[in-house]
């Protein structure tokens, strides 16, 4: 509630239409209505209006009745949308019905200082063109022509979906700059994108507004987007339930299984980037230290690489599917091995991680991470992790797709004589492909370089070589030489 007592969606929807009145004209996106209440005409308006904001960037277009078109003078409605009813069903319904893709649109009735006004919230297209009736309409000037009939514009509607994802969303509206920066790590922002601090409000806010944190609102107030909530929040817990379950859980067990004992738990309740740094730090001061286990271990080397933690982690942020509600990244630590599992299912077929091209669902997400050096260059991590793990001579890393959500494990160090034949077949089919997209090739040496087996045994190499050939996934890079080594199947 405001101080006068007026809820604070109704002193949004005031600041909401003085902005919309102070336009020196309609815009592709904002209409104006006295007592018109067509259905069908009120259909077509939701969709190219709709289709109209996308292509001016903005996130919701407006449909108000109540106001001349004119001099925009409040002069009030008779129009009930509640009450309205079209072929014997409620106006709402028969509207929804005849839109595809569904979208969220909401009559509002608004006391305008005493004046009955009726605001229609459309939210912008976001997966495709909006459609009434099966026709996707855009407003040009006054009229609603189909689309269609304008494909220069249709292309560039699309071209305006393709990057549309989750990070573009609104985690908070209608904040004061006072309530955004409190909400908000700003201090830590600038200090990980390595940009000095201005020295005033106006350039946070021009900063933040670059980056796509925050957006301007109505009345002089500000929005705070997903991708700014989700990476600077001081606590999550300050943003709808869909922001605040993305928290980072970690989980560390007294056992093999999730049976076991729990030894340590850590719910995370700050922004990605605000936390990462410390939630890095906390899993490595878990780990058991080795002080010496083959040659490629130093003195002291914790149980897993730092450096694989750390990429997996930040794989799992940014290849997580956002919009699965209620659930988020998950660590957990067990005996013999450490579990990364992330919502949604993979872009990319697991077994092809390290050589296809990066894909990510969310594109601002990870870009920003990489500037603020928390995750490697794009396509770089997962050769990141595969060298480490090989480096440390630990058994392969697993990647799983299991059911909504994608799973990487890594194993606590084992001989080569303990792994089993299937982690032996898979760790030659992961060195195969490190070698390839390093310009190299699989050889017996090389392989039994990667499991510290001692070149008298080469036959235990060459075993393994065998089986993973069978298996069908690794080949002889030239059937006529068979000395010039192997590549993944793929290659």
Not at 22 to 37: G, I, Y
Not at 441 to 465: M, W, Y
Request: with cysteine.
């Amino acid at each position: 509630m405001s101080d006068n007592g007026i809820s604070m969606s109704a002193v949004r929807a005031l600041a909401l239409i003085d902005d919309l009145r102070a336009l020196p004209a309609e815009t592709a996106w904002v209409e104006f209505k006295e007592n018109n209440a067509d259905p069908a005409m009120i259909g077509e308006r939701i969709s190219a209006l709709s289709n109209a904001a996308r292509l001016a960037d903005q996130h919701f277009a407006y449909l108000v009745w109540g106001v001349r078109d004119g001099d925009h003078a409040v002069v009030g409605t008779s129009f009930e949308p509640s009450s309205q009813k079209h072929n014997g069903q409620p106006l709402e319904f028969w509207l929804a019905q005849r839109l595809q893709p569904s979208i969220a649109f909401a009559f509002k009735p608004i006391d305008y200082r005493g004046t009955k006004l009726i605001l229609l919230e459309i939210p912008a297209a976001a997966t495709s063109p909006v459609e009434f009736e099966r026709e996707a309409r855009l407003r040009i000037g006054s009229a609603t022509p189909r689309l269609s009939d304008h494909p220069e514009r249709l292309r560039a509607l699309w071209a305006k979906l393709q990057p549309y994802v989750w990070e573009s969303g609104l985690a908070a509206q209608f904040l004061t700059g006072d309530e955004v920066l409190a909400r908000l790590d700003y201090a830590s922002y600038f200090d990980l994108t390595d940009q000095p601090l201005p020295d005033n409000r106006e350039g946070i806010f021009e900063k933040m507004t670059a980056d796509r944190l925050v957006q301007k609102d109505v009345g002089g107030h500000w929005n705070i987007t997903h991708l700014g909530a989700i990476l600077y929040a001081k606590r999550l817990s300050d943003f709808s339930p869909s922001i605040a379950r993305k928290g980072v859980r970690f989980v560390a067990y007294d056992g093999l299984n999730r049976a076991s004992m729990v030894t340590h738990r850590q719910d995370g309740q700050k922004g990605y980037a605000h936390g990462f740094k410390g939630l890095v730090e906390y899993i490595d001061g878990l780990l058991p230290r080795n002080e010496h286990i083959g040659k490629a271990f130093r003195e002291e080397s914790p149980l897993y690489p730092s450096i694989a933690i750390r990429e997996l982690i930040a794989n799992a942020l940014i290849h997580q599917d956002m919009t699965i509600t209620g659930a988020g990244p998950m660590i957990e630590l067990f005996k013999d091995r450490m579990e990364i599992t992330n919502p949604g299912q993979p872009l990319v077929s697991p077994d092809r991680f390290l050589d296809y091209p990066p894909r990510s669902r969310n594109e601002a997400l990870a870009s920003l991470m990489r500037r603020m050096k928390l995750c490697e260059e794009q396509g770089t991590g997962i050769d990141k992790v595969f060298l480490q793990v090989e480096l440390h001579h630990l058994p392969p890393p697993d990647f799983r797709s299991e059911g909504e959500a994608v799973r990487a494990v890594l194993f606590a160090p084992r001989r080569f004589a303990d792994m089993t034949p299937e982690e032996r077949v898979r760790a030659c089919y992961q060195h195969a492909a490190l070698k390839y997209v390093s310009g190299q090739r699989l050889k017996n040496s090389t392989l039994c370089e990667r499991f510290g087996i001692d070149p008298h045994n080469a036959a235990q190499a060459s075993a393994v070589i065998r089986q993973t050939i069978a298996a069908g996934l690794i080949r002889p890079a030239d059937q006529e030489h068979p000395r010039a080594g192997y590549v993944p199947f793929w290659a």
